[in-house]
């Protein structure tokens, strides 16, 4: 075998490593980086490259990784290398969600699997079907998720594969966890348990947290303290901790504990938790380490010492978001350094005007667009209706049931509101609707008169009430209250009206029809003059302010 034969060998191996020896994974790829670079050969730089990439994201370094990654992609994309390309997206797919980014994580996942032809080696459309489910599973799509790690689970048991079949199990297990399925969760994490024994191995420690999840989450509270003993005793033995392993199994070792009510021995295993955390500068560990202090607080009945743990979790919580955005700038701003980057810097600044959690376009857009759409409306002498939604009680639903279910109400809303969103027809222009904060959500119609906009508002109106929501909240209703305003610059004696004016108004009748009943549209038929904001004068927004 030649040299450049090996090299290609050497690399299917790394592409394909669990990823569990971090370091000497690394140390490997810019190995094997540094032979192509010998080699003359492309092509195997670029894999070795993505290897690299990976394994200093899952050192926390995102901010190479990301820059790593896209140099790969661009390169891919010159050269026309699909399969190349294809690995490119599936390693961006689990950086953007470390970068709090879901949509982009999935949108990587889906276009790695895309890319994928009938020449492709079944395990590596088992690795990005594996990866797929994972980016659903974060989009909280469970059923969706589910059906890929079933292909992935198929095309694995045809080939043997154990290793990466355990890594799927493990997955799945901590998927149905989430989803709030126990009996599922149990399934994988028994079927998972089987196979290690039946191979004579021990259970890698990573492992061992997602099966302590799942048997808490089926009350098997002693099960779960013994799985994770056990876990630390292997961590014990190897003699070199993964302090972000332990730290894990100590948190959820002390939640194991406080459910079985020995408060002592929990409020033991959280100080040492706390001291992995604090000398190893694991921040997202320690704020969930003072979450877990106030349960046991609670627990045993000091409520005001556990009131003001939570407040400091809270505050603690707000600064590590803070923080995260500053990191995502950061990335982001690494890739805006590099050669090329024309492309990406149109999407971010598509990003900068989306809401994160429906995807909706945000504040920031609206007072970018809405006053263009309003300037144009006077310039045409064509009417123009702004309309603001609020969800009646949405408070309720957070505080009865929970804000993850209150976060699945408002996704579902928004694509209620954006499917009944007419399609602007030839030569007019196009509306959009947006998240203006909380439950309150913002449409805007142009070339739409009040009585058109009365009848297509209320049958959005409609069409939410009528939504199945049983699955979601049981018997509790969802309606809307919307408040509206249509200007007609053609005729009327109204005043001018700008963004601000038209948004007060719309306000305005919101309040109206919650004081009627709420569920209802009130719509301001009367005729008004629109004021030119002449739109040019608005200053460009950057994507990196």
Same mark, same amino acid.
């Given at each position: ?168 199990? #493990?997955? &799945? !297990?901590?998927?149905?966890? $989430? ?5 599922? /969760? %149990?399934? =994988?994490? *028994? ?88 000398? #190893?500068? &694991? !921040?997202?560990?320690?704020? $969930? ?5 106030? /349960? %046991?607080? =609670?627990? *045993? ?245």
């Amino acid at each position: 075998m030649d040299a450049l034969a090996r090299l290609e060998a050497d690399l299917d191996a790394l592409e394909y490593l669990p990823g569990h020896d971090v370091e000497g994974n690394l140390a490997a790829a810019v190995d094997a980086e540094r032979r192509a670079d010998e080699l003359a050969a492309v092509a195997p730089r670029m894999r070795a490259r993505l290897v690299r990439a990976d394994m200093v994201k899952r050192r926390g370094d995102l901010a190479t990784a990301i820059r790593l990654a896209w140099d790969v992609n661009r390169w891919a994309v010159q050269q026309q290398d699909l399969p190349i390309l294809a690995r490119s997206h599936w390693v961006l797919s689990p950086i953007y969600y470390l970068l709090s980014d879901r949509p982009a994580a999935l949108e990587h996942a889906i276009r790695a699997m895309e890319l994928l032809d009938a020449d492709t080696p079944p395990r590596t459309r088992a690795l990005f079907l594996l990866t797929l489910g994972d980016a659903l599973a974060w989009t909280r799509a469970f059923d969706a998720a589910r059906d890929r790690y079933r292909l992935s689970e198929q095309i694995l048991i045809s080939l043997g594969d154990v290793d990466l079949r355990l890594v799927l199990l #493990n997955n &799945l !297990a901590y998927t149905e966890y $989430r989803a709030g399925e126990p009996a599922r /969760a %149990l399934a =994988a994490v *028994e079927l998972l348990q089987s196979i290690v024994a039946a191979r004579g191995s021990r259970m890698h420690v990573a492992f061992s947290d997602t099966i302590a999840r799942a048997q808490m989450s089926a009350g098997r509270y002693a099960e779960a303290e013994q799985t994770l003993h056990q876990a630390l005793e292997c961590l014990r033995v190897d003699g070199q901790e993964n302090l972000d392993d332990l730290a894990e199994i100590l948190l959820t070792l002390t939640e194991a504990q406080r459910c079985q009510r020995h408060t002592p021995q929990a409020q033991a295993t959280l100080d040492r938790c706390r001291d992995v955390c604090e000398e #190893n500068d &694991l !921040a997202e560990i320690l704020i $969930r380490v003072s979450q877990e202090q106030a /349960a %046991l607080h =609670a627990a *045993e009945g000091r409520f005001e010492q556990a009131y003001e743990v939570h407040k400091g979790f809270h505050a603690e919580t707000v600064e590590l978001q803070s923080l995260q955005r500053e990191a995502q700038a950061r990335t982001r701003q690494a890739i805006f350094e590099t050669s090329e980057a024309r492309e990406e810097a149109r999407r971010f600044r598509e990003q900068a005007f989306r809401d994160p959690l429906t995807a909706l376009y945000n504040r920031r857009y609206i007072d970018a667009r809405l006053p263009v759409l309003i300037d144009r409306a006077a310039r045409t002498n064509r009417p123009l209706t702004v309309a603001v939604f609020d969800l009646d009680h949405f408070k309720r639903i957070n505080d009865t049931l929970s804000h993850e279910i209150g976060d699945q109400v408002l996704i579902a809303v928004a694509g209620l509101l954006s499917a009944g969103m007419p399609v602007a027809g030839p030569g007019t222009e196009t509306g959009f609707v947006a998240r203006m904060g909380g439950e309150e959500f913002l449409m805007v119609l142009p070339c739409t008169a009040a009585k058109d906009a009365a009848r297509l508002l209320d049958e959005l109106r409609l069409t939410v009430r009528s939504y199945p929501w049983e699955s979601l909240l049981g018997d509790r209703p969802v309606t809307i209250s919307v408040g509206a305003v249509s200007t007609d610059p053609a005729g009327g004696d109204g005043a001018p009206v700008g963004q601000a004016a038209l948004l007060a108004e719309a306000d305005r009748n919101l309040y109206i029809a919650k004081r009627r009943g709420r569920d209802r549209v009130v719509n301001d038929q009367r005729p008004r003059r629109v004021r030119k904001t002449h739109a040019a004068r608005i200053p460009p927004i950057s994507p990196n302010r």
